[in-house]
Structures are given as structure tokens and as C-alpha cells.
């Protein structure tokens, strides 16, 4: 991030990869979101240290997910399971970043798989991640490394349901809150640089009366951008409401604070959106 | 006594059609004549046949083209069908049950189109109607009710799973190819060496935990399968259901504006059911389903490509529509190719594949004739590939299937239609010359079932004041018709005089209408060039003049060839064994006579006759008939008490193509006779007729070409007054000759002798009484007979001596 606080630049965009669907759809919003903002790609590819350790344990067994055949599983087959994982990650970014005409890099490390994910976040802009590591548990909740970066990530995370693609328009979530007027800067910059416009900005005011300043706000944060802006507005919070808007404005790209509503409403708002989501902190 | 023949009156040379007898001043105050004349017989057999209903009674039209057969059968045909109502109508639908074969609607007449249009719109409804149904909020979140209902089930197995493993310290991790547990502590999972210094039975335990909830999971996993099987079956009938719903209303207008017909009646049920069965298909493509954005541009083509078909069903392909005519068809299929006859199957180039489907039957002439009348030209349908099996199979099964010509030929087998045939209602008349209608009779066996009613049309008819008027009054017609200049009334009657002299006959006239149209239309055109406003008999005769001019280039050449002595003719002067035969030839549309030197040499023999025509194989079996006749009767007349001991040779001089026919015999006998009793014979005279053994001269064909050839010939050489043609009595009637001979014969500068006997024949040509036996069976010394018989005695004699003394030598 730069530090203007008006102004927000994005340089490196940090995906983290599992080849799974979910982190593929945040390879692709990654990619388009380097092209029209210069942003080097910097894929990461985690050896779950826990896998391996599993592996040395005598008397466990992997369970395979189509077969559901119960087999032994060595460290030795792990970590043989997590190459292939990584080289097909690995070829993954490297073709798309060069079909895009963006700079890549790509880097494998091995550790536990948060902890490692939130170090490699420190000199990155933006991170983009799937929205779980798999789908066919049948849940919808977020997976567990997301969940970790949500809630402990310094930079913008940019969470992405399985196929979900980055399109216009973009809609932030404003509610006047330091995070997310970052989240507005973090909109408008984007806003700028794809040319999504207008802007769709939802006030969040918590009271009607209140929903004035917090308009007069955003202009003026906007003003230096001089961007076309739409205002939307819920009136009492809800996730269902703000929902309901989501769906009915069909938005290529949410931008919102992290903190928003109570965390089980914040659950329910990113399992059911469809669209990729930038999260602010 | 010999009847002494007299030459014919100028009056016997040309039947004169007498204008004055003639009632109008030109055919403009003529009632133009509609119908058709001196066809009796054939009109009679084109209304029986058109009104015969049963099978196998379709017409052929036999007999010249220009008869104008075409056009008469026509308008009998369309006045027919015009009294009758216009036949149903045919559409090709969709067969749900089995897709290769469509599926023949009958409609009332002006229903298919309409039925058509209505499915296609139809078809463009129920797109919009299906993707508004499924984009509702009804459909939407009903189905996301089933899905999360599902997935519930599911998750909630999996979290109690995981909650359970918890509280024992177990993990489930995801590997890359599945799960596993493991147990875990402080979010790690424990290093192996703390797990070693477990006691045994802890560590026991343990592995027993893993054991259970690994079997657990096994069992959560099975489950997904039929779970989503569960699932997919619950959105397909939502998806049903909401389908049904859209498109029963659509469905239901069409059903009750055809109220009545049972046929489509089904059709729209077999609808209903279908879209049902493929709402899938249909949705998608209308983006109503949430998976339709993210695959790729070819997936997307493929899948509206997909629906495209799905809808294409559901149209009509309304092959025959009536809705712009009230009466029954006449059609009339100048190119009666197979497919043009019973219809094809197009294809359509897909993705570099033929593909075709109901849409894209085409009907052919038998279709768009059906409930009415099909004209073919015989020879037409015969020379296309398979078109006359193909008419012959439909005539037969009494349905038309379609079918291509490769599958005909057993090419090839792709994938093809085979739709449903459609009864045959149609009378079928096939026009064609008189030859293929015999040759069919006699090699197609199945002609003369199908083809029950010969419509033969004739080429001449009776001449008679009556049908003189009626003639002028199809002139009148005619002129009409191609908007030609009216004829005065001698006009009319030179075309009627020329239309005899058509048939060479002065009794009969042409109906070869389209030749008469021909010459009205010539004429018309002289009298343009003369700036006259009627057609004049000086046009007509212009017209003839200048079309035998056209033609005349071999005529001509040969008449010079003649005249300058290269073709040796002889036109006056007596010469023995020598006479001007005649003959005929045909190039082209011209006939024209010319004529023959005929030799003959005598000499001592057994009594053969030698044609050295059939010798060389340059005479026809007509030509060697007529020569052996000629034997026959000079052995009766002169050989009764003696062998015939002569050999005589027989030869047409100057001849270098083949001579067909026996008119010449006569000419023959007479120039054998002449060289056997070393009889000159008048060289001014020229001779045609056959004879028979008896010495009757019969009719000939050709007689007035024959005259005029001879004629032209002495004419160029001047006329001496001497000149003329001998021809058979019985030709007499035939003569229709031109004014130019008929000018000379009245100015008694040329003759024309009808003969009935070969005596007759034989005293014009020498002066010379021809002789009757005496009551002792000889002759009169100076008479022909005498002279022939004198000479066979002797030659009799020398043969008799000849063959003693050969024999004494032997001996």
C-alpha cells in the first residue's frame, strides 16, 4: 500500500494456490486484476506441514474422495501427492500470468499453511484466495485458510467463490468506518484502472439520519478521483438485505470493510455472494 | 381392248378449296374455334380417362407433336380441375417416437401454412416463455431450496464428524487425492515422536478412535453419490413441472384453433411431453440456467445449437399449401428428374457433415399435383436416371415415398429420413410419340397396367365443306392466339389447300397445328414486309416459296447435276431398256422427288431376274420383293409352255445410297419388258407405282413430290410438250400439286397419266399397242407382247440348242 492515504496502489497481487477450482477462479480475478493495474502475479504454494507429519503416523489412512477406498498413505506418498500439486499450480500461473501478458513469479514453501499464507502477505497489496481449498465436503462456509486471513491479514484478501469471475461494476460497502474508507480508496483505484465505472457505492449508514454525512464523505474522498458514483442504500443493516442488493445489481466486484455486521452475519454474506469480494482491514 | 388412258384435267391435279364458298372477309369475322378438331378419338379417351377413377387408368397421349397433343390435353385437363375443389393440403411434422421417420399430416385445403406459421411462432414463444419461467423468483428459489436442502444433509453428517474427532484431539485434513484424521495439538498435528512415547494401550486407543471415524467418513462419502443423484432427480421435476406450466398455454391456443383435428391434436400432445422431457436442452441455451456463463465460446455455440434443434422439432414443414388456389392442380414438370418427381431430401453443410431433418423435405411435381392432373413428356422421363422406375413404383404402391437417388443407387447409407409416404391421389398423363408408346407396350410389362387409356391422336383429318368452316375458324384461333395479322378469305383457303398437300392427301387435312401456327406466323411475317394489315394468299405462298427455298440447297444441287449432264437424265428421245424412274427423298422438313435412270440388259439365262441393287446389298427387302414380283409376272404371262431362259440385270444408275421401296417396280418391269422386246421407250416420260404379279399398278407415297421433280427437271430444260409422269389411278387422289405444274398442264405443256395396268403404262411409253393373246395364246407380231414373246422364244430356242449340243459334247 502506498502511504498516501488518499491513494492506493497495487503492485503485487499474492495468490495462493492449491489447483483446486475455488483457487483457480482466484488465479483468473488475480489475472485480470494485474492487467489493468500493472500488478506483479506472485503465486504461493503451501506443503501443509501437517500432511507430512500425518504421513509418518503408522496407523493412519487417507480416505480417497471418488472411490472412498481407505489406503495407507506414507509420508513418502505425500509429499509425492504435493509435488504433482505444486507443479500443476505452478504451470497454472505461469500460463495464465504469460497469456495476460503479466509478470509472474512463483515460490513453494513449506510450513503450516495460515501461518505461512499471512508471512508472504507482508509485501503483497492484495492476496487472492479460493473461498475453500475443496468443495466437496458439500459446505458453503469459508475454508479455514480463509478464514485465518480474514481475520489476521494486513492487506486487502480477495476471496473468490468457484467460478466467479472479476466484471463490472464494482460495489463497496461504505459504512464511514477507517477500513472502509480504504475499502472506498481500494474501489476507486480499481474503479479507475478497469474502467468499471460508475462506482457503486452502498451506504451503510446505521441511522437514516446519519446517511447524509456519510454521502458528503465519500464525495469528498472520491473528488480527487473524479469518478461517476451510484449510491445505493439498504436502511437498516441486514445481511439479508444487503443480499438481496447484491443479487439484484449483479456487481463483478464487492469492496468492504472486514468488520461488518456481527460475525455470523459476515458467514452468511460470504458464503451466499457469488461475485469475488475484496476484503479491507 | 386396253382402256386408253387419258391425261388428268388440270381440276384432278389440286383440290381447290373454293373461297367464294366462304361466308367472311377475313377471319377477324370468325367465332374463334376453342376446342379441338379431327381429334375425336383422343379427345374421347382424355375424358374417360380423367374421369375414370380407378387405378391404373392414367392417359398417354400418343400421336406428332404437332398436334399440338400438349396443349389440348391441357386445356381439357385444367377445365376439368377447374370444377374441382382444391385438394388437402400436406405438412411434415416431427415423429417422437421414431425421429427418422416424419410423420404425412393431411389438413384441409389452406390449413398446412397457417398451422406452419403457428408453430413457428410457436417455437419463438416458448423459448421466452421457458426462460422467464425458469429466471422466475418461484423457480429460483424453489430449486436453491432443493440444493441447500441437500447440501445440508450433507454438511451437517460432515460437521459432527469433525466436531466428534475434535473432542478426541483428531483432525480431518484434506490431502490432494482425499481425507485422512489425525490427531492434533495446539492446531498441529503431533509429531510421530510423542505418538511413540504413548503407552501401548493409548496409543491403541487411539488408533481405535482413527479407525471409527475413518469408517464413519467412508460412510458419509458413499452416501454423495446417490445424494446427488437424490438431488438431480428433485431439480428434474421442478424442472418439469415449471415447463409444463409455461408452455400448456402456448400449447393450448394452437390446440383450440385446430379444434377438429385429431391429427394435430396428437402432434401437440407428443409436444407437450417433449418439451418436458428436454427442458434442459431448451433452458440453457435462453441463459435460465446458473451454468451457462463460465464454459467457452464453442460450449455456448454448442449448447444453443443444442436447443436450435430441440425447438426445430416443433416446427411444420408445410409441404403442399392450397390456401391461394380453389381448385384441384394441373402441373405440368418439364424436368422430370427423380427428385423432381417424387421429391427430395435436402442437407445442410454443419461443422463440414451433411445433416438434414424433417424441415428440409422438398416436394416434387407428384406432390404439388395431388388431388389434381401430372403432365410428363414420355421420352423426358425416360432419359433421367431412375425417374421412370421411381414414376412406376409410386403409380404402383400408391404412395409417394421420397427417396435419393443415392440411397437408389445403393451408394451410400448415412443417416438419412425416410418420411412417412403420402397416398397418392393424382391422374397421371404421359405425352410421347406413337414409337415409345408401342416400345413401352411391348418391353415394360408394367406400361400397360398403369397406362390404361391411349389417347391417339391423329395426324390427318376429313376434308369436307364443314370441316373447311371449322378449319378457318381454328385459323381464326390461332391468329388470336399469337396475335397475328387476320387472313383474308382466299388466304384461308391456300393454308387449308397447303394443310392437304401437308398429308398428301386432297381429302384429308393436317392437324399438325403447331406447322400451321408455323406457316400463319411466316406469312404474317411477308405480309409485315409488304406493309399489308391482313395476311393475303400471295403472303402464304410466299411463305411456302421461301421456306422450300431454305431447304432447297441439296434439291437444287442435284437438279444441276441433272441439268448439266453429270447426272445422266434423258427428257426426251427413245431409248430400249431405259426409263426415268422416280423416287423421294427427306432431309430435314423438306421432301423432295427426283429422278432415276433405270436400266435393264437381257441376255440368254435361266430365267433370273438380277437386281443389282440387292446384289451389292444397296437394296432393302421392300425393293428385292418388288424386282421378284417382276419375275413372277413375266413368267405367267409370257413362260407358260416354256422355261423363261433369259437373265436379265436390273439396275438404278447413278445411285450410290441405299434405295428402300417398291414404287419403282413398275419403272422396273416396264424397263425390262422394253429390253426384252427391244422396245424404245420415251425418254419424256417418267414413271412411278409398285406392281403386283398380275400387272395392277398400285398406289404410291409421295406422288405430288415425285411429279414436281420430274417436272422441275424438264421445266429448266424448256418444256417440249411431250413431257409428263406416269402415276398409279389410285394416286389420284393424293395430288395437291404445285400451281407451277399446274399452270403447265393447263397450258398442255405437261401431262400426268393415271394408270391402273401395267399395259396401260407400257402402250403411253412406246406408242406401241401393247397386244392380246390371240385365240392360238400367241401375240400380235407388232405389238410389245408380241416382240417380249418373240425374243423369249428364241432365247428359249438358243437355250434348248444351247444345252443338246453341250450334252452331245459330253457324251
Redesign the interface.
Known amino acids: 500500500m502506498s502511504d498516501d492515504p488518499t491513494k492506493v496502489r497495487i503492485r503485487r497481487i499474492l495468490v495462493a494456490m492449491d489447483a483446486s477450482p475455488h483457487s483457480q477462479s482466484a488465479l483468473q480475478a488475480a489475472i485480470e486484476l494485474a492487467t489493468h493495474t500493472g500488478a506483479n502475479l506472485a503465486g504461493i504454494f503451501v506443503e501443509d506441514e501437517n500432511l507430512l507429519r500425518m504421513g509418518n503416523l503408522s496407523f493412519t489412512r487417507e480416505i480417497r474422495l471418488f472411490s472412498t477406498a481407505v489406503a495407507a498413505c506414507s509420508a513418502d506418498d505425500i509429499q509425492r501427492q504435493l509435488r504433482v500439486q505444486r507443479r500443476r499450480a505452478e504451470e497454472l500461473v505461469h500460463a495464465a500470468a504469460r497469456r495476460a501478458g503479466v509478470s509472474s513469479t512463483f515460490r513453494t514453501v513449506r510450513g503450516q499453511v495460515e501461518k505461512e499464507i499471512l508471512a508472504a502477505c507482508s509485501n503483497a497489496d492484495v492476496v487472492a484466495l479460493g473461498r475453500q481449498s475443496y468443495s466437496n465436503s458439500g459446505a458453503k462456509k469459508l475454508g479455514s485458510t480463509a478464514q485465518a486471513l480474514l481475520q489476521q491479514a494486513s492487506v486487502p484478501v480477495m476471496v473468490l467463490p468457484e467460478e466467479a469471475q472479476l466484471r463490472a461494476p464494482v460495489m463497496v460497502l461504505y459504512d464511514g468506518s477507517k477500513a472502509a474508507n480504504q475499502a472506498l480508496l481500494l474501489a476507486a483505484q480499481i474503479t479507475k484502472q478497469t474502467q468499471y465505472t460508475p462506482l457503486s457505492v452502498v451506504n451503510l449508514a446505521a441511522t437514516p439520519d446519519k446517511a447524509g454525512p456519510l454521502e458528503k464523505e465519500v464525495l469528498q474522498l472520491l473528488q480527487p478521483h473524479k469518478l461517476h458514483v451510484s449510491f445505493y442504500s439498504i436502511g437498516r443493516f441486514s445481511a439479508q438485505r444487503l443480499l438481496h442488493l447484491l443479487e439484484t445489481h449483479q456487481s463483478g466486484l464487492i469492496i468492504s470493510p472486514a468488520a461488518l455486521g456481527t460475525a455470523n452475519e459476515q458467514q452468511q454474506l460470504l458464503k451466499t455472494i457469488t461475485s469475488p469480494v475484496i476484503l479491507v482491514h | 381392248m386396253i382402256k386408253v388412258v387419258e391425261a388428268l384435267p388440270p381440276e384432278q391435279l389440286y383440290t381447290v378449296c373454293n373461297p367464294a364458298k366462304f361466308d367472311f372477309v377475313t377471319t377477324d369475322d370468325l367465332e374463334p374455334l376453342k376446342a379441338v378438331i379431327g381429334q375425336e378419338r383422343a379427345t374421347e379417351a382424355v375424358q374417360f380417362g380423367i374421369g375414370m377413377q380407378k387405378d391404373g387408368y392414367n392417359v398417354f397421349a400418343l400421336g406428332p407433336n404437332e398436334t399440338d397433343k400438349e396443349n389440348l390435353v391441357r386445356h381439357f385437363l385444367e377445365a376439368r380441375a377447374n370444377a374441382e375443389p382444391a385438394p388437402p393440403d400436406w405438412c411434415y411434422v416431427y415423429n417422437f417416437e421414431q425421429p427418422h421417420i416424419p410423420n404425412a399430416m393431411k389438413l384441409p385445403p389452406g390449413t398446412a401454412a397457417e398451422f406452419s406459421s403457428d408453430m413457428n411462432t410457436f417455437t419463438e414463444d416458448l423459448q421466452t416463455a421457458l426462460t422467464s419461467a425458469f429466471e422466475s423468483e418461484e423457480y429460483q428459489t424453489r430449486r436453491q431450496v432443493i440444493e441447500e436442502h441437500a447440501?445440508e444433509e450433507?454438511?451437517e453428517a460432515?460437521?459432527k464428524l469433525q466436531e466428534k474427532a475434535r473432542e478426541k484431539d483428531l483432525?480431518l485434513?484434506?490431502?490432494?487425492?482425499?481425507?485422512?484424521?489425525?490427531?492434533i495439538k495446539d492446531?498441529?498435528?503431533?509429531?510421530?515422536d510423542e505418538?511413540k512415547k504413548m503407552s501401548k494401550e493409548e496409543?491403541e486407543a487411539?488408533?481405535d478412535e482413527?479407525?471409527q471415524l475413518?469408517d464413519e467418513?467412508?460412510r458419509i462419502?458413499?452416501q454423495?453419490p446417490s445424494q446427488q443423484r437424490k438431488l438431480r432427480e428433485q431439480v428434474r421435476k421442478l424442472n418439469q413441472e415449471i415447463a409444463r406450466l409455461a408452455a400448456r398455454d402456448l400449447i393450448n391456443e394452437i390446440r383450440d384453433r385446430y379444434e377438429n383435428l385429431q391429427q394435430i391434436q396428437e402432434h401437440l400432445d407428443a409436444i407437450e411431453e417433449d418439451i418436458v422431457d428436454n427442458v434442459n436442452n431448451l433452458v440453457q441455451s435462453s441463459g435460465g440456467d446458473a451454468d451457462g456463463?463460465?464454459s467457452g465460446q464453442l460450449a455456448q455455440l454448442q449448447k444453443a445449437q443444442q436447443s436450435q434443434q430441440v425447438l426445430q422439432r416443433y416446427q411444420a414443414n408445410d409441404l403442399i399449401d392450397h390456401s391461394t388456389t380453389d381448385h384441384a392442380p394441373v402441373v405440368y414438370e418439364d424436368n422430370p428428374t427423380m427428385h423432381n418427381l417424387v421429391g427430395r431430401i435436402e442437407y445442410q453443410a454443419q461443422m463440414g457433415t451433411l445433416v438434414t431433418d424433417f424441415t428440409l423435405i422438398k416436394p416434387g411435381a407428384l406432390h404439388r399435383a395431388q388431388g389434381g392432373y401430372l403432365m410428363l413428356d414420355a421420352r423426358k422421363v425416360l432419359s433421367e436416371p431412375f425417374a421412370w422406375e421411381a414414376l412406376k413404383r409410386t403409380l404402383h404402391s400408391g404412395e409417394i415415398r421420397i427417396q435419393s437417388l443415392r440411397e437408389a443407387m445403393g451408394y451410400v447409407s448415412t443417416i438419412s429420413l425416410e418420411p412417412e409416404p403420402v397416398p397418392l391421389d393424382v391422374k397421371v398423363v404421359l405425352l410421347g410419340d406413337r414409337s415409345l408408346y408401342y416400345l413401352l407396350h411391348e418391353l415394360d410389362p408394367e406400361f400397360a397396367e398403369l397406362f390404361k387409356v391411349e389417347a391417339d391422336f391423329d395426324d390427318q383429318m376429313d376434308r369436307s365443306s364443314e370441316s373447311q368452316h371449322l378449319y378457318a375458324r381454328m385459323l381464326a384461333a390461332l391468329v388470336k392466339e399469337h396475335e397475328l395479322r387476320p387472313l383474308k378469305r382466299p388466304a384461308v383457303a391456300r393454308v387449308i389447300e397447303h394443310s392437304a398437300r401437308m398429308v398428301n392427301d386432297a381429302e384429308k387435312l393436317s392437324t399438325a397445328i403447331t406447322e400451321v401456327k408455323d406457316l400463319l406466323q411466316e406469312a404474317n411475317y411477308w405480309a409485315e414486309q409488304e406493309q399489308r394489315d391482313t395476311i393475303t394468299r400471295a403472303d402464304v405462298n410466299d411463305a411456302l416459296d421461301a421456306r422450300r427455298r431454305r431447304a432447297g440447297r441439296v434439291r437444287e444441287r442435284i437438279q444441276e447435276n441433272i441439268l448439266r449432264d453429270t447426272l445422266f437424265i434423258d427428257t426426251d428421245g427413245e431409248v430400249i431398256g431405259q426409263v426415268n424412274g422416280l423416287s423421294v427423298l427427306q432431309l430435314g422438313r423438306d421432301m423432295f422427288g427426283r429422278p432415276n435412270r433405270i436400266t435393264a440388259r437381257v441376255s440368254l439365262g435361266k430365267g433370273s431376274v438380277i437386281d443389282i441393287e440387292r446384289e451389292v446389298e444397296l437394296g432393302g427387302p421392300l425393293h428385292s420383293k418388288g424386282v421378284l414380283i417382276l419375275s413372277g409376272f413375266l413368267s405367267a404371262r409370257y413362260a407358260t409352255d416354256r422355261p423363261l431362259s433369259l437373265a436379265a440385270s436390273l439396275v438404278f444408275e447413278q445411285s450410290y445410297g441405299a434405295i428402300e421401296g417398291d414404287s419403282a417396280s413398275s419403272a422396273e418391269l416396264y424397263t425390262l419388258l422394253s429390253a426384252i422386246g427391244q422396245v424404245p421407250v420415251k425418254q419424256s416420260l417418267a414413271v412411278t407405282g409398285s406392281v403386283n404379279q398380275h400387272g395392277q399398278v398400285q398406289p404410291i407415297g409421295g406422288a405430288n413430290e415425285k411429279i414436281e421433280g420430274f417436272f422441275d427437271i424438264c421445266q429448266q430444260r424448256g418444256l417440249t410438250g411431250d413431257q409428263g409422269v406416269l402415276i398409279p389411278a389410285a394416286n389420284v387422289k393424293n395430288l395437291m400439286l404445285h400451281r407451277r405444274v399446274i399452270e403447265a398442264v393447263t397450258n398442255g405443256q405437261f401431262h400426268i397419266y393415271p394408270v391402273e395396268h401395267i399395259d396401260q403404262g407400257m402402250e403411253l411409253l412406246t406408242d406401241l399397242p401393247i397386244g392380246e393373246v390371240q385365240a392360238d395364246g400367241t401375240f400380235p407380231e407388232d405389238s410389245v407382247n408380241g416382240r417380249v414373246a418373240q425374243t423369249l422364244e428364241q432365247l428359249a430356242h438358243r437355250r434348248t440348242a444351247f444345252l443338246t449340243t453341250s450334252n452331245n459334247e459330253e457324251k
Open positions: 447440501q450433507h454438511q460432515f460437521e483432525a485434513l484434506r490431502t490432494p487425492a482425499g481425507f485422512t484424521f489425525a490427531p492446531g498441529e498435528v503431533t509429531p510421530p505418538i496409543r487411539l488408533e482413527v479407525e475413518q467418513l467412508q462419502l458413499r454423495v456463463g463460465g
